[in-house]
């Protein structure tokens, strides 16, 4: 079994293939905000659940943020900054993806600053 800086390291490197990909995407207007959406919300997803781990933090299977954010309290865990504001991405890891529904106003230059933030916090936990 995998020690848990050795999942969480692992999860960062699975992050960070969704940071490639919003990376790739972000700027392009044939790319519609669900799909960037969707990556930003996996790599933030990542992100937590990396910090989780390092701390052996059971986690279910699971794509809600505030799920995740909601064990590091009950563990009194540091929260990423701007947590407030993850919430945002939670459509975007299910509904959106498998149903024909339709969101206004995703601001990608704030997502990305998002998601950003919440991997270098994920970084600093981990070391």
Known sequence: ???PVDLAHAYLK??????KALDLLIHSREIDD???GFHAQQAVEKCLKAVLALSS????KTHDLQELMD???DNQKALPPNADKLEM???YAVLLRY??????????????????????WAEKQIG
């Open 1 to 3: 079994m995998k020690q």
């Open 14 to 19: 699975l992050a960070d293939r969704d940071i």
């Open 34 to 36: 669900e799909t960037v």
């Open 57 to 60: 933090i059971s986690f279910r």
């Open 71 to 73: 064990l590091l309290i």
């Open 89 to 91: 991405l939670n459509p």
């Open 99 to 120: 149903d024909f529904i339709e969101l206004k106003g995703f601001d990608r230059p704030a997502a990305y600053e998002l998601v950003e933030d919440v991997r270098k």
